[in-house]
């Protein structure tokens, strides 16, 4: 077997059955069960269509397989652009956008966070805006006329970022995804 063979294998002792029924007994997630591996979620996707590796269909399969910490490690995960048109042309009524949503909520909670998205949630919770902006751009906002951009409320951030651990959850995993 070559080694790029081996990288593939799915060894059964590495999987967790129940994953599945777990994610089944989410509210937000309806017909996880049903899908008949057509592959439309995946033809139709936009982002599949411009990715070499995001493919809906194969992160399902994942899923369903118990491949647990595969599925929440996969940096493929994030790359949803949660556009629904999956769960609009799923024939077997999959809702394969809520299921990623889960997925990226139970990630989070394991304390995978992509380092991008961690740094966009440390911008919002330090200074309002997912980005920096930039003196010059101020600038070049009041020259055009533009009213000033609105103030964030910090307070409210910080209390919704305790509520949800968001700091707790960056800090588990601190230099990783
Ligand atoms: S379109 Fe629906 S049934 Fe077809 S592979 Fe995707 S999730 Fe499964
Ligand atoms: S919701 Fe996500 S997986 Fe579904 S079609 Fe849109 S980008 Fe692709």
């Known amino acids: 077997m070559t080694e790029e063979n081996e990288s593939e294998v799915i060894r059964l002792s590495e999987t ?3 994953f599945k029924y777990e994610l089944s007994k989410n509210s937000e997630i309806e017909n996880l069960m049903l899908c008949m591996q057509c592959g439309t979620c995946t033809a139709d ?5 411009f ?9 399902l399969r994942m899923a369903l397989l118990g491949m647990k910490s595969d599925v929440l ?13 999956c769960t609009d042309r799923c024939p077997r009524g999959v809702e394969f956008a809520s299921v ?15 380092d991008g998205f961690k740094e966009l949630g440390l911008n919002v919770l330090e ?19 533009l009213p ?30």
């Open 16 to 18: 967790d059955p129940q």
């Open 45 to 49: 996707c936009p982002v599949a269509r």
């Open 51 to 59: 990715s070499g590796t995001y493919r809906p269909l194969k992160m």
């Open 73 to 85: 490690s996969a940096d493929e995960l994030w790359l949803c652009a949660s556009c629904y048109t």
């Open 100 to 114: 990623l949503r889960v997925l990226r909520n139970i990630a989070v909670g394991e304390g995978y966070i992509p």
């Open 127 to 145: 200074t309002g805006y997912a980005y920096e902006i930039s003196d010059s751009r101020m600038r070049k906002r009041e020259n055009a006329g």
């Open 148 to 177: 000033p951009l609105p103030k964030s409320n910090s307070k409210s951030i910080a209390r919704l970022a305790k509520l949800v651990g968001f700091l707790k959850q960056v800090k588990k995993r601190e230099g990783g995804k």
